[in-house]
């Protein structure tokens, strides 16, 4: 069964998402990985994540993305 963003977070209203969206394609190993997804909320900041965490970044680590709101 391959993981997809839409099985993460159950918490996101996507309606109120931003328009930046990525999800890290990598082998799971054996302590899982860092970062799966990253994604722009409403505020225009943007989130990366694995399940079990978030953090704000003001970069995506897919695709070098920059967000709208800074994280200082």
Do not use: T
Not at 24 to 44: H, M
Request: aromatic share 16%; with cysteine; net charge negative.
């Amino acid at each position: 069964m391959e993981d997809s963003f839409f099985d993460e977070p159950k918490d996101i209203n996507f309606s109120l998402l931003g328009k930046h969206r990525c999800e890290l394609q990598s082998p799971d190993k054996a302590y899982g990985i860092a970062i799966k997804y990253c994604y722009e909320d409403a505020e225009g900041k943007l989130w990366a994540g694995n399940i079990e965490y978030e953090s704000q970044v003001n970069y995506c680590p897919v695709c070098c993305y920059k967000a709208k709101v800074i994280y200082m």
